[in-house]
């Protein structure tokens, strides 16, 4: 009984952090090109 909570618990904490990974939705395109401008002065100016 033990070994079997032991070895769940293990699972669970080795596939835990991987639920957090990735997107949830469909990716979108960035803006057209012309909105990007290269190359820029960081910082931003205000």
Known sequence: ????FTALLA?????LP???CGKKGTP???GP??????????PAPD
């Open 18 to 20: 991987l639920a957090g």
């Open 28 to 30: 979108h395109p960035p």
């Open 11 to 15: 699972l669970v904490c080795i596939t």
């Open 33 to 42: 090109a012309s909105e990007i401008i290269y190359p820029r002065s960081y």
């Open 1 to 4: 009984m033990t070994r079997r």
